[in-house]
């Protein structure tokens, strides 16, 4: 996953500060303003719909603890 974020969206990857497995189907990826839980096999592609999200909480003036992307086609957002 990660050498696909590298490939199709550089800048994201270089804002990521860690990644690890959370139990056998889940990853957690460590971004300066939060973390972000996705399957395994996440795509770049659905990592990288986290952004829109992102820029919208920014502009509300919202923190996220956390975005979920286990849910087909959502982004769930938790909030500080």
């Not at 959370?22 to 460590?30: H, L, P, R, Y």
């Not at 839980?37 to 003036?61: F, I, K, N």
């Amino acid at each position: 996953m990660l050498a696909g974020v590298r490939a199709v969206a550089p800048a994201l990857f270089a804002r990521i500060s860690a990644v690890r497995r959370d139990g056998a189907e889940d990853v957690i990826v460590t971004f300066p303003d939060g973390v972000v839980r996705a399957r395994v096999d996440a795509t770049p592609e659905r990592l990288a719909d986290t952004g829109p999200v992102r820029a919208d909480l920014a502009r509300r003036g919202l923190a996220y603890a956390e975005l979920d992307l286990r849910y087909r086609d959502q982004v769930v957002a938790r909030l500080k």
